[in-house]
């Protein structure tokens, strides 16, 4: 069997996925980000409308059950706040228009003391360029020294239009975006389809992301992928489709266990899945 699972890649270690029970929270929950530690379930409901979309906290009660803790103190405003994602070190980070309309950029840093946020910051030096360029989500690093992230532009027609990954780096206290990077994505990013929602294992060897297609006249499609690279600052191979994953569902996770939490859409409802990890 393993030598099976070796065979077909690390996309085929997933197993059925199953949902996730938040006690105390009968909302939308989308673009989950589980703890390093595992310890901690990081989410905003849903994000239409902007200004009705918050970030949320829940405690780990098991595999498949947390406890609701509330909005995150400190973290919300009147526009969209979403897509957190926290580093081992406390640095906390997560997408919001608050700014977007007189500073042009929409990431946020600041500090997670266990139980609220303090010490916001904007992030000017990310955002990939005036608008319509933008950054719509990213994931922090465990080690907090790199910053995944998309780079995003609208069109005036159509909504999103292009949509590639990018990594940032901290240095001196202050992040810089980093191009000299961009080649350990050669393998991810393509010109037919929008790359999203980064994820990245603990040692950053694995990384995670949904590929979103539009295909003419056809509904749009869905699918998380799984790259990953021998070095950790070596570019990534060519990504595996994770076939455990499907339909609309987006924004993995990584678990400290390898298992993979993310969103899906069922009955109308965005809820928050666990696919298990059947392999090293």
Do not use: K
């Not at 938040?22 to 989950?32: F, Q, S």
């Not at 390093?36 to 989410?43: H, M, Q, S, W, Y």
């Not at 849903?46 to 009660?61: C, F, I, K, S």
């Not at 991810?188 to 929602?197: G, H, K, Q, R």
Request: with cysteine.
């Amino acid at each position: 069997m393993s030598y099976f699972l070796f065979a077909l890649g690390l996309a085929a270690c997933f197993g059925q996925p199953q949902d996730v029970v938040i006690e105390g929270y009968r909302d939308h929950a989308m673009e989950p980000f589980i703890a390093r530690d595992g310890e901690t379930l990081f989410f905003n409901n849903r994000n239409e409308p902007p200004r009705e979309t918050d970030l949320h906290w829940a405690t780990r009660v098991n595999d498949l059950r947390f406890r609701y803790r509330g909005r995150i103190p400190n973290a919300n405003s009147g526009a969209l706040d979403g897509v957190p994602s926290l580093a081992r070190d406390g640095t906390f980070a997560f997408t919001s228009l608050r700014a977007f309309e007189t500073r042009g950029a929409t990431i946020w840093t600041g500090r997670w003391d266990g139980d609220s946020l303090s010490r916001l910051n904007l992030e000017m030096a990310l955002r990939p360029g005036p608008p319509p360029h933008f950054n719509m989500d990213g994931e922090l690093a465990a080690g907090g020294d790199r910053f995944y992230v998309s780079d995003n532009r609208w069109a005036l027609i159509g909504g999103l239009r292009t949509s590639d990954l990018r990594v940032a780096v901290r240095e001196n206290g202050h992040w810089r975006r980093a191009p000299e990077f961009d080649r350990w994505f050669a393998a991810i990013n393509t010109d037919s389809a929008l790359e999203y929602a980064p994820a990245t294992s603990e040692d950053e060897r694995e990384l995670y992301f949904t590929r979103l297609t539009r295909p003419f006249l056809r509904p749009p499609r869905f699918e998380t992928f799984v790259a990953q690279r021998t070095e950790e600052n070596a570019p990534f191979g060519a990504p595996e489709r994770i076939a455990a994953i499907n339909g609309y569902a987006e924004a993995p996770t990584v678990a400290p266990d390898g298992a993979l939490y993310f969103h899906a859409m069922a009955d109308g409802r965005f809820t928050i899945r666990r696919a298990p990890r059947a392999c090293s």
